[in-house]
Nanobody, 123 residues
C-alpha cells in the first residue's frame, strides 16, 4: 500500500487543519492506519489510529478533545482533524499502515509509511 499525507501548512494558534492520508494499492480496508508526528529534535510519537472499519479509534490522551481521526474506505482515505492548535503541535505528520487488527501505538508496528506533511503553528 502507498500512502501520502497531505493538508499541512502554516496556521495560527487556535486554528484548525485537516490532514488527509489517501492510499493506493491493496484494499484500503485491509489496514489499520495510524498518524504519527515528529518535531525537530524529538522522537516520533503516536498521535491517533483507526481500525479497519473505522469504529475502533485511539487518540493520545493529551490530544483528545482537539484531534479526531476518521476514515472513508470508499475514498481510501484517513483524516486527522486538528483543532485548537498549539505551538507545540508543530511537527511533520506521517500516516502509516499496519495489517493487524488492533491499533498499534508504536511506530515499529507499522509496515508502510508515507511522506510526511509539515504542520507549523505560529504562536
Amino acid at each position: 500500500v502507498q500512502l501520502q499525507a497531505s493538508g499541512g501548512g502554516l496556521v495560527q494558534a487556535g486554528g484548525s487543519l485537516r490532514l488527509s492520508c489517501p492510499a493506493s494499492g491493496r484494499p484500503f480496508s485491509d489496514y489499520v492506519i495510524g498518524w504519527f508526528r515528529q518535531a525537530p529534535g524529538k522522537e516520533r510519537e503516536f498521535v491517533a489510529g483507526i481500525g479497519r472499519g473505522g469504529t475502533n479509534t485511539a487518540v493520545r490522551d493529551f490530544l483528545k478533545g482537539r484531534f479526531t481521526i476518521s476514515r472513508d474506505n470508499a475514498k481510501n482515505t484517513v483524516y486527522l482533524q486538528m483543532s485548537s492548535l498549539k505551538f507545540e503541535d508543530t511537527a511533520v505528520y506521517y500516516c502509516a499502515a499496519d495489517r493487524g487488527v488492533k491499533v498499534p501505538t508504536t511506530s515499529r508496528r507499522y509496515d508502510y509509511w508515507g511522506r510526511g506533511t509539515q504542520v507549523t503553528v505560529s504562536s
